[in-house]
């Protein structure tokens, strides 16, 4: 590996990195526009609306032409509303199922389905390397997400339906971060933003009018604004950003370090209790994530 393509694959992992602690805020956020009385589906079609109209002012000030052939109209209408949007409805469908804990370890089996797709694809090597960490990520978001205690200890019974659902959102999780990588092989992070953003908004709206979904604005605009700008327009343009300097099985496994750091939130900021097993979790997933970083600076994981 060249000087130059190790220090791009350094500071793609680097962004990824910085766009998993943004997302980490996300809960911080949803928090408190839940006490103003919004529900999920509002929050989510408000925060799609809002980085839309973030990213368009950017485009305007850039004077960005957003000119595109039908086709890449008809790829862009797939990545907002199927990459996008239903991997949303999906996650909060589980939500409605099973406890959060379980939703998220669920939820982050998506690094393997990229790995999977890819090594189907014949666009990333599935490696002994590549599998060990992934395994190592997976059972620290177990652990640090609490699912692995609830499991253990029968606080949380996981059926069929929850295991379907689960599975149906770790697989469109991984099929947003495939859309994302091919939207970064043709434009840039905001052009690509502006139109996912724009279909995903367009696919919440029969659900949750942005101009009806607004509670208490005089009190509530702070933290609409907050999550509009750091865990939607700079989280996702970070993590495209990085994704386009890398490949996308390991910008999925490094993304998956936003539970440990999400804990860690909670842990300073909301007073939330930090467990043996979640700390244990989290230094899993921090260290499968430097590992990772290191071999993007230097090579590949070995197989």
């Known amino acids: 590996m060249t000087a130059a393509k190790e220090q791009t694959s350094a500071s793609g992992a680097a962004l990824v990195l910085a766009a998993a602690a943004l997302w980490a ?26 980085g839309w109209g973030l990213v368009s002012i950017l485009l305007l000030i850039r004077r960005r032409s957003l000119r595109l052939s039908l086709r890449e109209l008809g790829f862009f209408a797939l990545y907002g509303i199927v990459g996008f949007a239903f991997f949303v409805f999906l996650y909060f469908g589980l939500l409605e199922l099973t406890s959060v804990a379980v939703a998220a370890a669920l939820l982050y089996t998506a690094p393997a389905f990229v790995l999977l797709i890819s090594a189907a694809l014949g666009r990333e090597k599935l490696t002994a390397g590549r599998v060990s960490i992934l395994l190592v990520v997976l059972l620290g978001t177990l652990l640090v997400t609490g699912a692995s205690q609830m499991l253990l200890t029968g606080g949380a019974a996981i059926s069929a339906m929850v295991l379907a659902v689960g599975i149906a959102a770790g697989f469109m999780y991984a099929i947003y971060t495939l859309f994302s990588k091919r939207a ?28 009806s979904s607004l509670h208490h604005i005089d009190r509530s605009w702070i933290y609409l604004a907050g999550i509009a700008i750091m865990p939607t327009l700079l989280a996702y343009g970070l993590f495209m950003t990085g994704l386009k300097r ?33 700390i244990i979790g989290m230094v899993l997933i921090v260290g499968a994530a430097m590992v990772l970083a290191r071999a993007e600076r230097v090579e590949p994981l070995p197989g």
């Open 25 to 50: 805020t996300f809960g911080l956020f949803t928090k408190q526009l839940y006490s103003f009385g919004y529900t999920a589906i509002e929050v989510a079609s408000v925060r799609s609306w809002l």
């Open 184 to 211: 970064m092989e043709h434009h840039d992070a905001l052009f690509s933003l502006f139109y996912m953003f724009g279909f995903a908004s367009l696919a919440f709206t029969p659900f949750a009018p942005p101009w």
């Open 246 to 278: 890398m490949d996308a099985g390991t910008a999925a496994m490094l993304a998956s370090a936003e539970p440990a750091i999400a804990g860690l939130l909670a842990f300073l900021i909301l007073g939330e209790t930090l467990s043996i097993d979640r």
